[in-house]
């Protein structure tokens, strides 16, 4: 499976992106998908994820109510929806397939990642 996260770029902080996750194939229909970001020295950290039914969602505190996570896989693909940005969402914003079908959030329940996408938020 091979995953393509798009969307990234640089904002002004209060500003929206929407961050997209294309698979190359189904694989990713019947699994949880999840959002990870990692900024400059700091370790990699879980953002947001969602079940492979998109019935359910788990979210950061840090970015709950702000960020949201969906999915549509009729087109094999997920969506950050990222509005209120703050200089602190900076980061680059992986995407990655869990090896379940819930909405993980630890980093080792996810079995394929993209290459990630640039995020910079500006004050």
């Known amino acids: 499976v091979q995953l393509q996260a798009s969307g990234g770029g640089l904002v002004q902080a209060g500003g929206s992106l929407r961050l997209s996750c294309a698979a190359s194939r189904r694989t990713s229909s019947n699994n949880g998908v999840g959002w990870f970001r990692q900024a400059p020295g700091k370790e990699r950290e879980f953002v947001a994820a969602?079940?492979?039914?998109?019935?359910?969602?788990n979210y950061a505190d840090s970015v709950k109510g702000r960020f949201t996570i969906s999915r549509d896989n009729a087109q094999n693909t997920v969506y950050l929806q990222m509005n209120s940005l703050k200089p602190e969402d900076t980061a680059v914003y992986y995407c990655?397939?869990?090896?379940?079908?819930?909405?993980?959030?630890?980093?080792?329940?996810?079995?394929?990642w993209g290459q990630g996408t640039q995020v910079t938020v500006s004050s």
């Open positions: 990655a397939v869990s090896r379940y079908s819930s909405a993980t959030t630890g980093p080792e329940s996810y079995q394929y």
């Open positions: 969602i079940s492979w039914r998109g019935d359910v969602t």
